[in-house]
């Protein structure tokens, strides 16, 4: 069965920077895969962050450009969110995904709290 596994988030003040990481397993060759990130703040639906391809180009939704960034390990068969410039609108519980074969897989979700 495929994992997910998300670390990092927390309580971080505006203006600050967290790193989210999303480690896969049972993935055979993860590196032709590509990784989702969403988000969903509450009483909001879940929305789209950013996501990396195979060939590690990346997309962002337009709130987050030029703040987030994305990065992938395929020997660690982990990625990365870097977070930097947090706004109190980027709280929410943050996913990774990966859709292998027409089934998706979830990360457990990290919660990101920005508030002074």
């Known amino acids: 069965q495929v994992q997910l596994v998300q670390s990092g988030g927390g309580l971080v003040q505006p203006g600050g920077s967290l790193r989210l990481s999303c480690a896969a397993s049972r993935i055979r060759f993860f590196s032709l895969y590509s990784i989702y990130w969403y988000r969903q703040a509450p009483g909001r639906q879940r929305e789209w962050v950013a996501n990396?391809?195979?060939?590690?180009?990346?997309n962002y939704e337009d709130s987050v450009k030029g703040r987030f960034t994305l990065s992938r390990d395929n020997a660690k068969m982990t990625v990365y969110l870097q977070m930097n410039s947090l706004k109190p609108e980027d709280t929410a519980v943050y996913y990774c995904?990966?859709?292998?074969?027409?089934?998706?897989?979830w990360g457990q979700g990290t919660q990101v709290t920005v508030s002074s």
């Open positions: 990396i391809g195979v060939s590690g180009s990346t």
């Open positions: 995904n990966v859709n292998i074969d027409g089934s998706d897989y």
